[in-house]
């Protein structure tokens, strides 16, 4: 899984930034949710891009499909990087810590990841404002 670290210029997205904090649409389609967990699939075509959203509570995801992509953090860190199919990757959040980035598939085939949430209560600023379009 080989991985590259630069900075991006975060004033080019200075808006989508300024929502992020309440984006909480962390994939595609959403698959199934309870009170225990929120599981989610994110799907790109080659070039599509996922808006910067916020992850404030654990969490982990499953390389399906995967391809080079592009993740921007808001901080101005940006990393390309290939997973590996079937690859797992778990995040923990404490103490108000949170996660703002966006995804975006640079590659040549469309790339396919499932995300699950683990909910730790009923805590309705965890819930993800999902619209139709």
């Known amino acids: 899984m080989p991985q590259a670290s630069t ?16 984006n909480r649409v962390v994939g595609t389609t959403l698959l199934f949710e309870n009170e225990r967990v929120r599981v989610w699939e994110l799907a ?12 404030s509570i654990d969490y982990f ?11 921007r953090v808001s901080d101005g860190t940006i990393t390309e990087v290939v997973h590996d199919r079937n690859q ?32 730790d209560d009923d805590d309705i600023s965890t819930r993800p404002h999902v619209h139709d379009a």
């Open 7 to 22: 900075t991006f210029d975060v004033t080019e997205f200075a808006d989508e930034l300024a929502k992020a904090p309440e």
């Open 44 to 55: 790109l075509v080659p070039g599509q891009r996922a808006p910067f959203h916020i992850h």
């Open 61 to 71: 995801w499953v390389a399906a499909d995967p391809g080079p992509v592009v993740q």
């Open 88 to 119: 797992v990757k778990y995040f923990t959040f404490r103490n108000g810590e949170t996660l703002v980035h966006d995804l975006e598939n640079i590659g040549d085939a469309p790339i396919r990841y499932i995300t699950v949430e683990l909910l």
